[in-house]
């Protein structure tokens, strides 16, 4: 796996590894698993146009794209133009279960109940998250600020959560984070590896192409 594969992935899994701090505010952990293959869809889209010569906002115009069709794909099919392309009646949709996500977590007590608005809520966040630490990482090669938005999906789940096993989820999460530098600094020395190995090996190059001096 080359260096950009691996902080590609790297990205996608520290953003589930963070996220999984949510699991105790509802009772249901089956949005985990939904959440994790829309991000790998999402990093994949990613991946996909960094290899092509477009530019770095572009591509994460074009990740936002893919992922509000994914979310109209899982939330709003039934609304959706051709049961896949996002129309008006698909962000109504969006808005009506936003809302109803809105009234059940002000309603339940957690664990709560997994509710399509709390699952909306939940996977939607996630995904968030996931696009802001895929640009910030991989696509501006940055991981360190990537680690922001990793901390706010974790305080709002520690905000809100009411067990004893929070400190689980800080490691999960900081075990997450640590693999993302790590992916990128093994990244930065593949490059200058290949850099100081090109510049040594280039003055061996022009000796033996050189001309023998005349005498």
């Known amino acids: ?39 790998a869809v999402q990093s994949g889209v990613g991946a996909a146009m960094r290899r092509a010569p477009v530019p770095r906002p572009l591509t994460v115009l074009v990740q936002a794209l893919v992922t509000l069709v994914l979310l109209v794909l899982v939330f709003a099919r039934g ?30 007590a957690t664990p709560a ?3 399509d608005g709390i699952r909306l809520m939940l996977v939607g966040g996630v995904l968030v998250i996931g696009l802001l630490v895929d640009a910030l990482a991989v696509t501006f090669r940055s991981a360190a ?34 693999m993302l530098l790590l992916a990128e600094g093994r990244d930065r020395l593949a490059q200058w590896g290949r850099v100081f190995s090109g510049a040594a090996t280039a003055p061996g190059r022009e000796a033996a192409g050189a001309p023998a001096p005349v005498r």
């Open 1 to 39: 796996m080359s260096g950009r594969a691996r902080l590609e992935w790297s990205a996608a899994l520290a953003t589930v590894m963070a996220a999984c701090a949510l699991l105790p505010l509802v009772g249901s952990s089956r949005w985990i698993w939904q959440a994790a293959l829309l991000v």
């Open 79 to 108: 609304q959706a133009l051709g049961g896949l392309l996002p129309g008006p009646d698909a962000f109504r949709q969006l808005i009506d279960l936003l809302q109803q996500g809105g009234d059940d977590v002000s309603r339940y």
């Open 113 to 115: 109940p997994l509710t």
């Open 145 to 178: 600020p990537a680690g922001l938005p990793l901390l706010a999906l974790y305080s709002v789940a520690a905000g809100l959560a009411t067990g004893g096993w929070d400190w689980l989820w800080f490691l999960v999460a900081a075990a997450g984070y640590l």
